[in-house]
């Protein structure tokens, strides 16, 4: 009879509710199946569990915007798959976040390179078992959102490398030209550069970056 150690990370208790009324529908339609689960609703707490030698997990499902721990070590669901990879190195690792922007899902992608990926805008029971129950089979699984989010934007990738995803994503926060070099490793002769060259693939001839901001929108990259 196969057991499976679960840990549900989440600031919010109705989202823990929701994944462990999941385990329970898996279970009531498989007897054979049974979960122990841990919770966490912080930093703190989940690395404490992820950083224990006597938990061995075989899923840990993380939110991504979390309460930072006590100690400052962990400040995002980010750093503790960073944690999870080391000391849980078998273990399936599921984001289930609010995040939905294209760029940013992108790089939690390539960061972290999670087994599954959800967005909470598009989860339900059915969608919760199905990631869950294709993870444990060794699949991977992406809700439909980040499914098309990740397609709109690497149908592109190939003309705007990361740097210049990086400038989109500075320039949508609100951040001035002027002060992007502040934020990345470029000058700002270098920034003007890539977004003339963003423009032309575009094919912006206006210089207002709001235009070239609601045609990465368009294109996926926001």
């Known amino acids: 009879m196969p057991h499976y150690n679960v840990l549900l990370v989440d600031d919010h208790p109705m989202i823990i509710a929701g994944f462990e009324q999941a385990l329970d529908i898996i279970n009531d339609h498989n007897k054979k199946m049974?979960?122990?689960?841990d919770s966490a609703l912080d930093c703190t707490n989940a690395a404490k569990y992820i950083s224990d030698s006597e938990n061995k997990y075989d899923l840990i499902c993380l939110d991504l915007?979390?309460?930072g721990s006590k100690d400052g070590k962990y400040n995002s669901g980010e750093d503790l798959a960073?944690?999870?990879?080391?000391h849980q190195p078998t273990a399936k690792l599921l984001i289930c976040t609010m995040l939905e922007n294209n760029y940013k899902v992108l790089n939690v992608m390539r960061r972290i390179g999670p087994d599954g990926f959800l967005v909470k805008s598009d989860t339900n029971p059915d969608i919760l078992i199905s990631a869950i129950e294709n993870l444990l089979k060794g699949k991977t699984f992406q809700s439909a959102t980040v499914h098309q989010m990740l397609k709109k934007t690497l149908?592109?990738?190939?003309n705007i490398d990361e740097d210049n995803l990086k400038i989109l994503y500075f320039l949508s926060q609100g951040i001035l030209t002027k002060n992007l070099p502040e934020h990345m490793g470029l000058s700002l002769s270098a920034i003007e550069k890539r977004k003339k060259q963003m423009k032309q693939f575009f094919d912006i001839s206006n210089r207002n970056d709001k235009i070239l901001l609601e045609k990465a929108k368009e294109k996926g990259f926001l």
């Open 34 to 37: 049974k979960f122990r689960k």
């Open 82 to 86: 960073t944690l999870a990879r080391k």
């Open 65 to 67: 915007s979390l309460p």
């Open 155 to 158: 149908e592109f990738s190939h």
